[in-house]
């Protein structure tokens, strides 16, 4: 299974959602499917994608929030699956691309790649809905199980380690900081989303 093709397959279900992805080759590929005003991409922050898709899930109960992590940014913060088992917010998804590796720097192998089980970590963490997928008809159930389900879910997408031919896009930090925010603001007092 491709990454690019596992967020294409459920890219209709992130329409209603919040969206936070860790920096590099993940970020790059969503925005080559399509941005919108309620993806954000955490630049630099590596590992703190879900730290701050738990933040957002707390204060807003109302939204469903997505995030699309990575094996490497996961291990760097093990700490925050123990976290999001603690307050077990019922509101996110929390999606591992797993590719054994750190593709967006060179790929060097990670210790998924030689047996660290993400979904087991998490698991025994407390998160209480997990699973490993492996082809794109798991994903897509299991992504849509997740939702449905309204429970702290860490699905493991196990996917090649292949990305995108560049990780520059013509969107801007500043330009996604403040169109987010805005987003997070406007769809709180139920405006119109833009
Ligand atoms: C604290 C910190 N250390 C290192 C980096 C450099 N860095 C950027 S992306 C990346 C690899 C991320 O690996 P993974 O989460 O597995 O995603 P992949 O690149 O494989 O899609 C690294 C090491 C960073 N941005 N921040």
């Given at each position: 299974m491709k990454r690019r093709d596992a967020m294409a397959a459920v890219y209709g279900d992130l329409e209603l959602c919040v969206v936070v992805t860790i920096m590099g080759a993940v970020a790059a590929e969503l925005q080559s499917i399509g941005h919108r005003p309620n993806f954000f991409y955490l630049q630099h922050?590596?590992?703190l994608a879900s730290s701050m898709g738990l933040g957002i899930a707390l204060s807003r109960p109302d939204l469903q929030v997505v995030v699309f992590d990575g094996d490497g940014s996961v291990l760097m913060n093990l700490g925050g699956l123990t976290t999001l088992a603690r307050y077990r917010p019922r509101n996110l998804v929390h999606v591992v691309f797993d590719n054994?590796?750190?593709?967006?720097?060179?790929?060097f192998p990670t210790a998924t790649s030689t047996g660290s089980d993400i979904a087991g970590i998490a698991a025994a963490a407390g998160v209480p809905r997990t699973a490993t997928v492996r082809t794109l008809d798991e994903f897509r159930a299991c992504f849509g199980q997740a939702l449905a389900a309204k429970d702290l879910t860490t699905i493991v997408a196990k996917v090649e380690a292949v990305g995108p031919?560049?990780?520059?896009?013509?969107?801007?930090l500043l330009e996604n900081r403040y169109q987010f925010a805005r987003y997070l603001k406007t769809s709180e007092s139920g405006e119109t989303r833009q």
């Amino acid at each position: 299974m491709k990454r690019r093709d596992a967020m294409a397959a459920v890219y209709g279900d992130l329409e209603l959602c919040v969206v936070v992805t860790i920096m590099g080759a993940v970020a790059a590929e969503l925005q080559s499917i399509g941005h919108r005003p309620n993806f954000f991409y955490l630049q630099h922050a590596m590992g703190l994608a879900s730290s701050m898709g738990l933040g957002i899930a707390l204060s807003r109960p109302d939204l469903q929030v997505v995030v699309f992590d990575g094996d490497g940014s996961v291990l760097m913060n093990l700490g925050g699956l123990t976290t999001l088992a603690r307050y077990r917010p019922r509101n996110l998804v929390h999606v591992v691309f797993d590719n054994d590796s750190l593709l967006s720097v060179g790929g060097f192998p990670t210790a998924t790649s030689t047996g660290s089980d993400i979904a087991g970590i998490a698991a025994a963490a407390g998160v209480p809905r997990t699973a490993t997928v492996r082809t794109l008809d798991e994903f897509r159930a299991c992504f849509g199980q997740a939702l449905a389900a309204k429970d702290l879910t860490t699905i493991v997408a196990k996917v090649e380690a292949v990305g995108p031919s560049g990780y520059v896009t013509d969107l801007s930090l500043l330009e996604n900081r403040y169109q987010f925010a805005r987003y997070l603001k406007t769809s709180e007092s139920g405006e119109t989303r833009q």
